[in-house]
């Protein structure tokens, strides 16, 4: 059975930093897309950035590019969000997911076919201040 950990969220002034961290375990196979999620408070659920575990392409929202970077450790089970120039729009609570099914990397991308039904973690909250 799979499962996804996060940790490494806390409070920062905006500006700063934070890396999240996953721990993952129960996956059989070796090609599927990993990511990450957030969901603030009164909003939906939007995809911040991804990864194929395979060939390494990696997607992002536009409202991150620049500032986040995701990455994983191979043949590791760790997935990380280093987030660097905080904005107090980051706050959310986020959420580690991965792919139900062994797939592409064309399909990782946010809003992609690898979501339709996939692995949650528990979530872990960043709040930025101003």
């Known amino acids: 059975q799979v499962q996804l950990v996060e940790s490494g969220g806390g409070s920062v002034q905006a500006g700063g930093s934070l890396r999240l961290s996953c721990a993952v375990s129960g996956y059989i196979y070796r090609s599927y897309c990993m990511g990450w999620f957030r969901q603030a408070p009164g909003k939906e659920r939007e995809g911040v950035a991804t990864?194929?575990?395979?060939?390494?392409?990696?997607y992002y929202a536009d409202s991150v590019k620049g500032r986040f970077t995701i990455s994983r450790v191979n043949p590791g089970s760790t997935l990380y969000l280093q987030m660097d120039s905080l904005k107090p729009d980051d706050t959310a609570m986020y959420y580690c997911?991965?792919?139900?099914?062994?797939?592409?990397?064309?399909?990782?991308?946010?809003?992609?076919?690898?979501?339709?039904?996939?692995?949650w973690g528990q979530g872990t909250q960043v709040t930025v201040s101003s």
């Open positions: 997911a991965g792919s139900q099914w062994r797939s592409s990397g064309a399909e990782c991308y946010i809003g992609g076919p690898a979501w339709d039904d996939n692995y």
């Open positions: 990864l194929h575990t395979r060939d390494g392409s990696t």
